[in-house]
């Protein structure tokens, strides 16, 4: 079969995940701060979903489920994210979304930040990416130890914001080719730009076969940078500034995919890793109508924003129903009739009617939360969700708390109050005692069938 005849039987697929962006950061999530002229184009020619939840309020976790459709524990790589010291990753023997539609005859490429592994053994190129380029960790981290970081929060940001330079004086973060650092360190204010050219380039050399395309943006993480001829001074508007570069760039790409006819054949979707870094103020992004941010089992953290477009994706349409990052790679399975291998348990589910708008009800009834550190932490349940929140161990030279604080119980009826105000524990015991007895129950089986991930020998 020629290439352009696999192209035209076969969609294309272009995932593009931020990075820290919040549930309220884009004007068709009710932005009235920041201006996503081309996101929002894209909601109104694809899907918008409202309900679209990440595994992982944090960076390492939250990659390893959209790429495996596996609860992060599944895969052991739940407890927290990785550094420039780590001596782990995704296991290679895992199977990735980029492993399926490789197999499937799909071009794979990776442009952006990696960070489920730096060592070569379990870069993008190990894991089904012909190629990748990118930073393999956060844009917060030095090669090759992670020591010597400039000031952080909110005031060190603005420090680094008003010094474009400083990402090349303050910094050490390093960008790679396939297995390769290229840049030490990597000019942080063109990342964004590089990564988008290298996507466009991708797409114009592949055009005539399928194509897999992850584009995990780096930013909005901080520190944030945008290409100096964008650059706002105000360190004030430094989020608004980047996300709108952000939205700009991929304006770029979704213009190439209709310069080279490819559109009505391509699968873009775009969410993000996890809800906005509230602890760095004007740094860090909005959660919009949810409670808190990155970092918490509450909402802001893991349900994030998420927009598709593509084959048979109804133009306009909103889909309110539970789904999220878990699900993606097995719906992708179904769409290309490509079934998953069965000698790995996964926890996503095929959604297709949702994302192409034939299902009025999600297959997906329940959700597990695990906190960043990767402690089973609750469930949400159709619309009632619970959380068990232990407490909090006391730091170092404090004396332990005596006696042993109860965890606090939380119930929420999301379908009333969006916002996790109203704890209904109290009132409805036999909820929370079912709803926990059931997180328990699917958090044994996670960890009695949990693999390894991979360790350096």
Known sequence: MCGQTLAA?????????????????????????????????????????????????????????????CYPKRVNMHQHVLFPTSTKGLHPEEHTIADHLKAQGYATACFGKWHLGHLPEVLPTAQGFDTYFGIPYSNDM????????????????????????????????????????????????????????????????????????????????????????????????AYINTIEHLDTEIGRLLSTLDETGLTENT????????????????????????????????????????????????????????????DVLPTLAAILKAPLPTTKKIDGLDVTGLWLGTAEKSPREEFVYYTSQG??????????????????????????????????????????????QTNLATQHPEIVTRLRTRMEELDAEVTQNARAPWNKP
């Open 267 to 326: 699968f873009v979707i775009f969410t993000t890793d996890n809800g906005p870094w509230l602890t760095f103020k004007h740094h860090g992004g909005s959660a919009g109508p949810l409670r808190d941010g990155k970092g918490t089992t509450f909402e802001g953290g893991q349900r994030v924003p998420c927009l598709i477009r593509g084959p048979g994706v109804p133009a306009g349409s909103v889909c309110n129903e539970l789904t999220g990052t878990l």
């Open 142 to 237: 030095n090669h090759p130890d992670n020591e010597g970081k400039p000031p952080g929060g909110p005031d060190g940001m603005d420090m680094l914001w008003t010094d474009p330079e400083s990402t090349l004086t303050k910094w050490k973060t390093p960008l790679m080719e396939d297995e390769k650092i290229i840049e030490l360190p990597v000019d942080q204010r063109t990342i964004t730009r590089r990564c988008t050219q290298k996507a466009i380039d991708y797409v114009k050399a592949n055009r005539e076969r399928p194509f897999f395309l992850y584009l995990p943006y780096s930013m909005p993480h901080i520190p944030l940078y945008v290409p100096d001829d964008v650059r706002d001074p105000d360190p004030k508007r």
């Open 375 to 420: 402690a089973l932490e609750g469930i949400r349940q159709g619309n009632w969700k619970l959380l068990v929140k232990k407490p909090q161990a006391p730091g170092k030279g404090k004396k332990k708390a005596a006696p042993a604080a109860e965890p606090e119980t939380l119930l929420f009826d999301l379908a009333n109050d969006l916002g996790e």
């Open 9 to 69: 039987t076969k969609p294309n697929v272009i995932l593009i995940f931020a990075d820290d962006m919040g549930y309220g950061d884009l004007g068709s999530f009710g932005s009235k701060t920041i201006r996503t002229p081309h996101l929002d184009s894209l909601a109104a020619q694809g899907r918008k979903f409202t309900s679209f939840m990440v595994a992982s309020p944090v960076c390492t976790p939250s990659r390893t489920a959209l790429l495996t459709a």
